[in-house]
Structure formats: C-alpha cells, structure tokens
C-alpha cells in the first residue's frame, strides 16, 4: 500500500487530455437542502446546474461524459459505482458532482493534464491551499472496498494511492451549492 502524499503541484505544460478519461457527474439526489434536485435548478444564466458542467466539460475539450440522474441510490458513492459500471473501458474518471457549477474549463484541463504527467495518483484542485472538486480517481482504484465509514472520502482515504493536490487559480472548485443563493 502506497503512502499517502498531499503535495502540490503546478499544472504540466506537455500533457494532453486523455481520450479515455471519462466525467461521471453524480446527479441523482434528491435536493433535500436545495428544496429540488440540484442536476435542474437555475443558474442566474438560465442553464441548469447540470447544463453548465457539461458545457464547461465540452469547453475543456472532455467529450466522454456520464451523467447519473434519477437513479435510486443512497449516496454518491453508490451513483459513481453506476458510473463506472457504465464505463468500465477508462484509464481514469474525472468524477463532478452537479452542485459544483462554477468550476472553470481551465481546471478541467489542467487536472487532465495533471493526471496524464501522474497517472497513478489521484488528482484534486485546491483554491488557497483548500482542496475541492472535481477530482481525477484513476480506474484501477478498488471502488468496492470495505470501508469503516461510507463515502467518496473514506475511498480516497484508504485507496493508497498519491494524493496531489494542483494548486489552480478557480474559486469554484470550493463553491458547493447546497442551498439557493449559495
């Protein structure tokens, strides 16, 4: 089992973004908090939630995209399992929850980038030194391990594999849209 490592490190200028990358945007919950599932709420724009990530997806040059809505699942766990069922032919999984809109194009190209130059090692964004989504988990991760708590966390937690953490200059990697006017 590989340590831990949380470094930061600056985006590679000779990558390029991987064809078998694939964006799984878990979108199947309910909203609770919200008032209304998040993947249809309103942006001040007009565009869903769920219309901007994939247009800022196809912006960045991503074209492998996997949305997981209205599936009855317990957590986002469970909906990314699905996602990678779905998608069992990629080297690597960009994994977007639909509450996180704000996210630039840029940074989805950098953390592409990223994970082509350390393809073993999972790939988060930080803003300010405080990490965020989405990420780059790679395939060969054991997505059905048991786990002493639920969640994407506790899976990236005990994978063993790096953690990089790519230092962007994106505020909407932080930005969760829970509630309306967040």
């Known amino acids: 089992m590989k ?23 878990p979108a199947s919950g309910k909203g609770i908090r919200y008032g209304k599932p998040k993947a249809a709420a309103l942006l001040e724009t007009g565009e869903s939630f769920l219309e901007r990530i994939l247009k800022t997806c196809r912006e960045a040059g991503l074209e492998r995209l996997c949305p997981v809505l209205d599936r009855d699942t317990p957590d986002m766990l469970s909906s990314l399992r699905l996602g990678f069922q779905e998608n069992p032919d990629c080297s ?47 395939a060969s991760q054991d997505w059905h391990l048991e786990l002493p708590q639920p969640g994407l966390a506790a899976l990236i937690h005990h994978s063993g594999l790096d953690i990089l953490n790519l230092e962007l200059d994106d505020p909407g990697i932080l930005r969760n849209i829970n509630h309306p006017g967040d």
Do not use: E, M
């Open 3 to 25: 340590r831990q490592s949380k470094n930061s490190i600056k985006p590679s200028r000779n990558s390029t973004i991987w064809p078998d990358l694939c964006v799984i945007i």
């Open 92 to 138: 690597h999984y960009l994994i977007f929850p639909v509450d996180f809109p704000y996210v630039r194009a840029s940074t989805l190209q950098a953390l592409a980038k990223a994970s082509a130059a350390h393809p073993a090692a999972i790939i988060r964004p930080a803003y300010q030194g405080r990490s965020g989504h989405p990420i780059i988990i790679p």
